[in-house]
């Protein structure tokens, strides 16, 4: 008598074939969504990459390693080449254009905006004019007139708004855009992360005291990103710290004091108010 077992009849047969086709066509399947999924990580990739890089021309004209005339025009439009891609990589990528980076034109776009760039100027102010009281700057030439200070004020808004809205864009929006199921204190480590990487060429090329404060102010404008949902929010506050920077330097002569540990311990400890003032606002 043989060994072997009896032949299986054709109905076990085409069973067989049938759950073998039916495996194939499922590890098939299978690969084809990793297919999938490397491409849709190769993009999202390739996009950030893309934003990234044109925003670094656009900081080092800014930082005069480059320098493309017309001066500060061309730094002005590199920036708006920034915000304008960023839209153009969104709709390649079949999303809504801006409003992909919760930074749509919807009916409260403007209040969010004014709201960033009140509360941020407000505090920011008030920072800096203990920190005078504090003695980390000295200060002289003291003038003030409330037309030039508008004006100012108005300008400094424009002018700066290319640059804030480009950066926001790539270390804050862009991520966000793809984490919304992440936990919270993963965007925010990463988008933190992003910002400091981001002034890559102002770490290479100057001193510890010009850019000790980047993780701080990351992690504040992430906060607010993450608990608003709204850029428009975001920039204003990004904006404020620029705005104050300028327009006391309008209104007065401004020296930083020597004593490099004194301005920095100040720095960061107002930093950390100013993230405590953003929590408290939007908690």
Same mark, same amino acid.
Request: a neutral charge; hydrophobic letters at 50%; glycine letters at 6%.
């Given at each position: 008598?043989?060994?072997?077992?009896?032949?299986?009849?054709?109905?076990?047969? !085409?069973?067989?074939?049938? $759950?073998?086709?039916?495996?194939?066509?499922?590890?098939?399947?299978?690969?084809?969504?990793?297919?999938?999924?490397?491409?849709?990580?190769?993009?999202?990739?390739?996009?950030?990459?893309?934003?990234?890089?044109?925003?670094?021309?656009?900081?080092?004209? +800014?930082?005069?390693?480059?320098?493309?005339?017309?001066?500060?025009? +061309?730094?002005?439009?590199?920036?708006?080449?920034?915000?304008?891609?960023?839209?153009?990589?969104?709709?390649?990528?079949?999303?809504?254009?801006?409003?992909?980076?919760?930074?749509?034109?919807?009916?409260?776009?403007?209040?969010?905006?004014?709201?960033?760039?009140?509360?941020?100027?407000?505090?920011?102010?008030?920072? =800096?004019?203990?920190?005078?009281?504090?003695?980390?700057? =000295?200060?002289?030439?003291?003038?003030?007139?409330?037309?030039?200070?508008?004006?100012?004020?108005?300008?400094?808004?424009?002018?700066?708004?290319?640059?804030?809205?480009? =950066?926001?864009?790539?270390?804050?929006?862009?991520?966000? !855009?793809?984490?919304?199921?992440?936990?919270?204190?993963?965007?925010?480590?990463?988008?933190?992360?992003?910002?400091?990487?981001?002034?890559?060429?102002?770490?290479?090329?100057?001193?510890?005291?010009?850019?000790?404060?980047?993780?701080?102010?990351?992690?504040?404008?992430?906060?607010?990103?993450? !608990?608003?949902?709204?850029?428009?929010?975001?920039?204003?506050?990004?904006?404020?710290?620029?705005?104050?920077?300028?327009?006391?330097?309008?209104?007065?002569?401004?020296?930083?004091? =020597?004593?490099?540990? !004194?301005?920095?311990?100040?720095?960061?400890? $107002?930093?950390?108010?100013?993230?405590?003032?953003?929590?408290?606002?939007?908690?």
């Amino acid at each position: 008598m043989s060994g072997f077992p009896p032949p299986k009849d054709g109905i076990e047969l !085409r069973h067989l074939a049938d $759950s073998a086709q039916n495996n194939l066509a499922y590890t098939g399947s299978i690969t084809w969504r990793i297919v999938c999924s490397m491409d849709i990580y190769l993009a999202v990739l390739f996009g950030f990459l893309t934003l990234f890089l044109l925003y670094q021309i656009a900081e080092a004209n +800014s930082l005069d390693i480059l320098h493309i005339p017309p001066k500060p025009l +061309s730094t002005f439009l590199l920036f708006i080449v920034v915000v304008v891609a960023a839209d153009l990589v969104a709709r390649l990528q079949k999303a809504n254009g801006l409003a992909a980076y919760s930074m749509g034109f919807n009916s409260s776009w403007w209040q969010h905006y004014l709201f960033g760039v009140l509360l941020g100027v407000t505090a920011q102010g008030v920072l =800096e004019s203990i920190g005078l009281l504090f003695r980390v700057r =000295e200060v002289s030439d003291f003038r003030f007139s409330l037309t030039a200070l508008s004006g100012n004020f108005l300008w400094i808004l424009f002018a700066n708004f290319p640059a804030a809205a480009a =950066e926001d864009l790539i270390t804050r929006g862009y991520p966000f !855009r793809f984490m919304q199921d992440a936990p919270f204190i993963v965007f925010v480590i990463l988008s933190t992360s992003l910002y400091v990487i981001n002034h890559i060429l102002r770490l290479a090329t100057k001193p510890i005291t010009d850019w000790y404060h980047l993780p701080f102010t990351g992690l504040t404008l992430a906060y607010a990103l993450a !608990r608003t949902d709204s850029l428009w929010f975001v920039i204003g506050l990004h904006q404020s710290g620029n705005v104050i920077y300028y327009m006391m330097r309008q209104m007065m002569q401004v020296k930083n004091i =020597e004593n490099i540990r !004194r301005r920095m311990t100040y720095g960061i400890a $107002s930093e950390l108010v100013f993230l405590v003032i953003v929590i408290l606002f939007i908690h």
